[in-house]
């Protein structure tokens, strides 16, 4: 059973929707980040969340996402108007390094969004 | 920020033969990370080597890490058709990750 649980594995939406991207791990974990990638291209990162709070954000992350942590256990990626170039792979990951420093991330499989 | 870069961009190689991919980062890192990517899965962490670290060994995969020209290789000894992914560098210098563009590994039996 995968430590990190994604859904929806694809979600096919039009210009303009909202968007909720959904994150479980299997344990109680306090770090979580959101990376996507772009079809063919590198993985890049968009948020990190600790302790029920945004702790880093890239420039991706814009007032169109947010994040969330509803009920203590699933990690929500929302999207609030999407557009053509949010079709992407998007991956949820936890930090599972045992040392402070060694932040080693288990990814889940992700959730492909596609924008019509 | 920091940005792994890796090349070559694609790599085919024939079953048994070693596979080397170099990554580049632009600023100073507490670690440096290879993560694997099979097509269309989720990214798995490999090997991490801190910045202390020159070099390190985890069964067919060996790491190494020169800090003074802020780059990393990483050699996969024996390959596999199975080792047929794509493979990333990440640099952490904080609590996030800057993933490269990746080595798209083509292992030929």
């Known amino acids: 059973e995968p430590e990190v649980t994604q859904t929806p594995s694809h979600q096919v939406t039009q210009m303009g929707q909202e968007v909720i991207l959904r994150c479980v791990p299997i344990s109680n974990h306090l770090y979580f980040y959101w990376y996507r990638q772009i079809l063919g291209q590198k993985v890049e990162f968009l948020v990190s969340?600790?302790?029920?709070?945004?702790?880093?954000k890239s420039e991706i992350f814009d007032d169109q996402f947010s994040v969330e942590r509803p009920d203590g256990s699933n990690f929500t990626l929302k999207i609030r108007s999407t557009k053509l170039e949010d079709s992407a792979m998007y991956f949820c990951?936890?930090?599972?390094?045992?040392?402070?420093?060694?932040?080693?991330?288990?990814f889940g499989a992700g959730s492909r969004l596609t924008v019509l | 920020s920091q940005q792994g870069e890796e090349d070559p961009q694609a790599l085919s190689i024939q079953e048994g033969e070693n596979a080397t991919m170099n990554c580049s980062y632009k600023t100073s890192i507490n670690n440096l990370q290879w993560y694997r990517q099979n097509s269309g899965r989720g990214l798995v962490h490999l090997i991490l080597?801190?910045?202390?670290?020159r070099e390190k060994h985890s069964g067919r995969l060996r790491v190494t890490l020169d800090t003074s020209k802020k780059s990393s290789s990483l050699l996969i000894t024996a390959s596999r058709a199975a080792d047929t992914a794509s493979y990333f560098c990440?640099?952490?210098?904080?609590?996030?990750?800057?993933f490269g563009k990746g080595t798209k590994l083509s292992v030929i039996p």
């Open positions: 990440a640099s952490s210098g904080s609590y996030q990750l800057t």
């Open positions: 080597i801190r910045s202390n670290e």
């Open positions: 990951a936890i930090r599972t390094g045992g040392n402070p420093g060694a932040n080693v991330l288990t």
């Open positions: 969340f600790y302790n029920n709070e945004i702790s880093e």
